[in-house]
T-cell receptor
Framework: GQQLNQSPQSMFIQEGEDVSMNCTSS?????WLWYKQEPGEGPVLLIA?????ELTSNGRLTAQFGITRKDSFLNISASIPSDVGIYFC???????????????FGAGTTVTVRA | NAGVTQTPKFQVLKTGQSMTLQCAQD?????MYWYRQDPGMGLRLIYY???????DKGEVPNGYNVSRLNKREFSLRLESAAPSQTSVYFC???????????????FGPGTRLTVL
């Protein structure tokens, strides 16, 4: 699978701040997913995006599927302490030959909130 | 409804030892996956099973084997463990092979493996 370029690698944020992270790829994806992983746990799906240009919210989280289909953005508004964790982007590109599901993951953005 | 469960949660092996990581899901999902997670690398697909009775290699299959025992269970075996296989291993499942919205993957809590 192709690795996605996710940035920033880490961030320290002040409680109450809005933050953004993004993911880019040299290839087109049909679906973009954003996961959050807390210490000692597996990734949990936050938001799924299926159409270029789509903007989807889940509480204080907003994610967008880039128009070029090669990028996606995640915004967290009004950060709180429980936002701590690692956020992963993932892209899915169904192949025309096998129709199999392949997810490519970014390396993650580690978020630490200063109280 | 436990979702995706994995055993064991932690394991320490010596180089050359073998072991099997177990994964089970109770969501009636057709597809199951094994990933490894290493610092700064994100998650990389080891093997997957699109449906019961089928398995295919992912990005990093060398040194691993898998068995789709039935619809619920998908195991990962290390025949001769090496220090390079020290990692956190995640099992995931999805309803189908990603052909439509709603086929998102759900992850288990992980197995933390150290090979000395």
């Amino acid at each position: 699978g192709q690795q996605l370029n996710q940035s920033p690698q880490s961030m320290f944020i002040q409680e109450g701040e809005d933050v953004s992270m993004n993911c880019t790829s040299s290839s087109i994806f049909n679906t973009w997913l954003w996961y959050k992983q807390e210490p000692g746990e597996g990734p949990v799906l936050l938001i799924a995006l299926y159409k270029a240009g789509e903007l989807t919210s889940n509480g204080r989280l907003t994610a967008q599927f880039g128009i070029t289909r090669k990028d996606s953005f995640l915004n967290i508004s009004a950060s709180i302490p429980s936002d701590v964790g690692i956020y992963f982007c993932a892209g899915q590109r169904t192949t025309t030959l096998t129709n199999d599901y392949k997810l490519s993951f970014g390396a993650g953005t580690t978020v630490t909130v200063r109280a | 409804n436990a979702g995706v469960t994995q055993t064991p949660k932690f394991q320490v092996l010596k180089t050359g030892q073998s072991m099997t990581l177990q994964c089970a899901q109770d969501m009636n999902h057709n597809s199951m996956y094994w990933y490894r997670q290493d610092p700064g690398m994100g998650l990389r697909l080891i093997y997957y099973s699109a449906s019961e009775g089928t398995t295919d290699k992912g990005e990093v299959p060398n040194g691993y084997n898998v068995s789709r025992l039935n619809k619920r269970e998908f195991s990962l075996r290390l025949e001769s463990a090496a220090p390079s296989q020290t990692s956190v291993y995640f099992c995931a499942s999805s309803y189908r092979s990603g052909r439509a919205p709603g086929d998102e993957q759900f992850f288990g809590p992980g197995t933390r493996l150290t090979v000395l």
